[in-house]
């Protein structure tokens, strides 16, 4: 059965299923595309080309995207999680707070900067803590909306850790938001999501407490 936190968001990815791994030489023709289209945005928007200071410029872009910005697109990049036996028996929540979010918004294509909070309860198995962190990054880098990559976040973890206790809050400043439209530079976005025991409130308020929320 396919799994939900696989879809990259409605958007081709690295290619389809046949191109999940991409080589050095397809990586640079999908660089070269980009920068040719992106250079003739900017051609659109009347800046010269030949200045110093531009011509660069939509190669860095394409750059970036294939990258850096983007990499949460291809499947191969997801971590690998590996479990640890739960020796100790440890049965309390393990929470990682102030995970850097780092993504751009799918409607402009501009940044979502914030942070996100991450616990599981464990059961048979614990998993290194910077796991946590890196599954936060892979979901962020793709263009994206917030509630979308809060409850992928929660799916992956769920089928990784193997336990169904799972919270995961994103907070975080939409420059969509700030830089355009309404450009109101003070609100930010939280959203949530709560499997298993973190949807009895008791564990929740102790969660959204230890957080700081």
């Known amino acids: 059965m396919e799994k939900p936190y696989l879809h990259t968001n409605g958007h081709g990815g690295c290619g389809e299923t046949e191109a999940l791994t991409l080589s050095a030489a397809s990586l640079s023709e999908k660089e070269a595309q980009i920068a040719h289209h992106f250079a003739q945005i900017m051609a659109l928007l009347g800046l010269d080309l030949n200045d110093p200071s531009l011509q660069g410029t939509p190669a860095r872009v394409a750059k970036m995207y294939v990258r850096e910005l983007f990499v949460g697109l291809c499947p191969e990049n997801a971590p690998e999680i590996r479990l640890f036996p739960n020796t100790y028996g440890y049965n309390q929540m393990v929470i990682e707070k102030e995970i850097r979010v780092r993504s751009v918004c799918e409607h402009h294509f501009v940044p979502i900067i914030g942070v996100a909070h991450v616990a599981y309860i464990p059961r048979e198995y614990v998993v290194g803590l910077s796991k946590l962190n890196r599954v ?52 930010r976005t939280l959203t949530y999501a709560f499997r298993g025991a973190f949807q009895e409130k008791e564990v929740q308020d102790t969660f959204l407490r230890m957080v700081g929320l």
């Open 136 to 187: 936060v990054d892979y979901f962020a880098r793709r263009p994206q909306v917030q509630e979308r990559m809060t409850i992928q976040i929660a799916d992956f973890l769920a089928e990784k850790l193997q336990t169904s206790d799972i919270a995961v809050v994103i907070d975080a400043k939409h420059y969509c938001v700030s830089m355009r439209g309404i450009q109101d530079e003070a609100s």
